[in-house]
């Protein structure tokens, strides 16, 4: 028969890296619960349309990257590309603007890009995201970007480059996008034809060009952060104050494009030095315009997420296996039976217990307990033996309840 294999873009997580991945959501967790976010959950695929409001039309997720299928009824659904949208759907759905505000969530799960597939880029991967709806205080872009920090400090993912811009309101925006392809226009000639087939649908993305022309012209382009109202500039102002208030090094960095429409006022990007080409580790920032884009109420927000995978390949922090208390042997004649029973009472008493359920023989089996730092074996036979592995020394126990006992003094 032909093998089979995991289709392209996918990635499947064998142990233990699959763990790795459990103990970075159980960090964020921590983190973020300690801020007061609540986990949320949202589908795994919703009406395209979503997307296409939210997201933005001329963006390259919705335009290139999306998995859409349609429903037996010939309903358009997508594979969420992103979390924001779905957060903030639900968030108008279930009236989440009568809760005190700012709702405060995070999540972590699989999302969905057609993207060419490469180191730290893939067709399904993970995210962890939070967001903060209802409110623009700008503390909250501040704490999020902490918090994020703080993530990635405790996964281990080593130093990270923090660019941060604003790009403020969405009538700013539209005027210097106006100015901005009118400096474009006049200088076409310069620009690569990417740039150039996609002037009027998204001048900005120049300022992401490798072509060395497009680099040229872009350095005298005009910036965004130049254009600011003094009401986003000043709540600029504050987020870059309470980060430089608590030591939080960042580069203001106005060529910063993020791939999402939805963005207003603060944006920002992880980068690590530790990745190649996808060195994002995560990003995210204010889309004060999005939850009426989706049909609520003008209702600002903030929030981020940051790749799992990328994280994991930025990471020097091995997985934390934990170790295993005891493994129960049988010797020869040690009915199975009577190990299955004493793996249970071990682990009733709240131990990391397990049984040998291969068949080796007893040399074997003493090896596979070594390998798996099993600190106790216990081994069953006509009567309980139990054998300290650290120092080798072999006892008879009288009876299951003297065994538990001595295992618990071992592992005092
Ligand atoms: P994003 O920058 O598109 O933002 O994605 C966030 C992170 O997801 C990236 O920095 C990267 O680590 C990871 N990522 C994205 N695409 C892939 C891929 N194809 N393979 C592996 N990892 C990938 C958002 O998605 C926004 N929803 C963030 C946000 C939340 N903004 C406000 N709130």
């Known amino acids: 028969m032909r093998k089979l294999q995991a289709p392209r873009g996918t990635l499947d997580v064998l142990p233990p ?4 991945r459990l103990d970075v959501v159980a960090i964020a967790g921590e983190v973020l619960g300690r801020a007061g976010y609540e986990p949320m959950e949202t589908p795994v695929f919703e009406d395209t349309e979503l ?7 001329s963006t390259d997720i919705v335009q290139k990257e999306m998995f859409t299928f349609e429903d037996k009824a010939g309903r358009s659904l997508t594979l969420r590309p992103e979390g924001t949208a779905g957060v903030c759907r639900a968030y108008i759905e279930h009236g989440m603007h009568k809760l005190p505000q700012p709702v405060k969530v995070w999540y972590a799960g699989p999302f969905f890009r057609h993207e060419a597939p490469q180191a730290g880029r ?22 999020l970007i902490l918090l994020l920090a703080e993530i990635f400090e405790r996964a281990g993912t080593g130093p990270a480059r923090l660019r941060l811009s604003s790009l403020g309101t969405p009538e700013t925006r539209a005027d210097y996008l106006e100015e901005l392809t ?12 990417d740039v150039r087939a996609r002037l009027d649908q998204n001048p900005l993305r120049a300022f992401d060009a490798d072509h060395a022309g497009t680099q040229a012209v ?3 382009a005009p910036r965004l952060v130049d254009r600011l109202t003094p009401d986003d500039r000043e709540h ?17 960095d106005s060529t910063l494009v993020r791939g999402l429409d939805y963005y207003t ?7 690590s030095e530790r990745l190649g080409a996808q060195a994002a580790l995560g990003g995210g920032g204010r889309y004060d315009g999005l939850v009426e884009e989706l049909g609520g109420q003008p209702t600002p927000g903030v929030g981020w997420a940051a790749g799992v995978e990328r994280m994991l390949l930025a990471s020097d922090r091995p997985g934390d296996e934990g170790p295993v208390d005891v493994f129960v042997a049988l010797a020869d004649g040690g009915a199975s039976r009577n190990g299955f029973f004493m793996v249970q009472r071990l682990r009733q008493a709240a131990l990391r217990a397990e049984l040998e359920q291969a068949g080796r023989g007893m040399k074997g089996q003493l090896r596979h307990a070594n390998r798996i730092g099993a600190r106790v074996v216990l081994i069953i036979g006509d009567g309980i033996e139990v054998k300290d592995m650290e120092t080798g020394e072999q006892r008879v126990a009288a009876s299951v309840e003297d065994a538990l006992g001595m295992v ?3 592992l005092a």
């Open 182 to 193: 009118r400096f474009l226009r006049a200088r076409e000639s310069e620009l690569s034809e």
């Open 17 to 20: 890296d699959a763990r790795r």
């Open 218 to 220: 872009m350095a005298e």
């Open 236 to 252: 600029f102002e504050t987020v870059k104050a309470f980060l430089g208030g608590v030591g939080v090094d960042f580069e203001e």
């Open 265 to 271: 006022r603060t944006v920002f990007e992880f980068e």
């Open 51 to 57: 997307f296409a409001r939210g997201v933005g039309e």
């Open 408 to 410: 618990e003094e071992l």
């Open 122 to 143: 893939f067709w399904q991967f993970t995210q962890i995201g939070a967001e903060a709806v209802g409110s623009d205080d700008p503390t909250l872009d501040a704490e």
